[in-house]
């Protein structure tokens, strides 16, 4: 061999390639993962946000008639209670504040 010529032989080179090639696929990978998660967690937010809405038609249906949904006393106090107020579903709750 040649002591005085300097640089990478083809062996060396093809391990650094097989190497930022495996990075590469990793770093693809939590790409597609993360992209997995945010689908997933927008869908989940949608389902909330109708939910939420739909409670808060419920609500003001209530309000409009002067007769809060019916639930369950959660908290009493001396001058309010907090009632556990489910939509028809049973699914969204919330906390509706109501005066004694």
Do not use: C, H
């Not at 038609?57 to 002067?66: G, I, K, N, Q, T």
């Amino acid at each position: 061999m040649l002591t005085g010529k300097k640089g990478f032989t083809v062996l060396e080179v093809l391990v650094a390639v097989v190497i930022l090639g495996l990075a590469y696929v990793a770093v693809l990978q939590n790409f597609s993962l993360a992209l997995r998660n945010i689908t997933r967690i927008d869908a989940k937010r949608a389902e909330l946000l109708t939910g939420m809405l739909a409670f808060e038609e419920l609500l003001e249906a209530a309000d409009e008639e002067d007769e809060p949904p019916e639930g369950e006393i959660f908290m009493e106090g001396n001058t309010f209670n907090l009632v556990w107020v489910r939509d028809e579903t049973g699914q969204f709750a919330s906390l509706l504040m109501e005066q004694r």
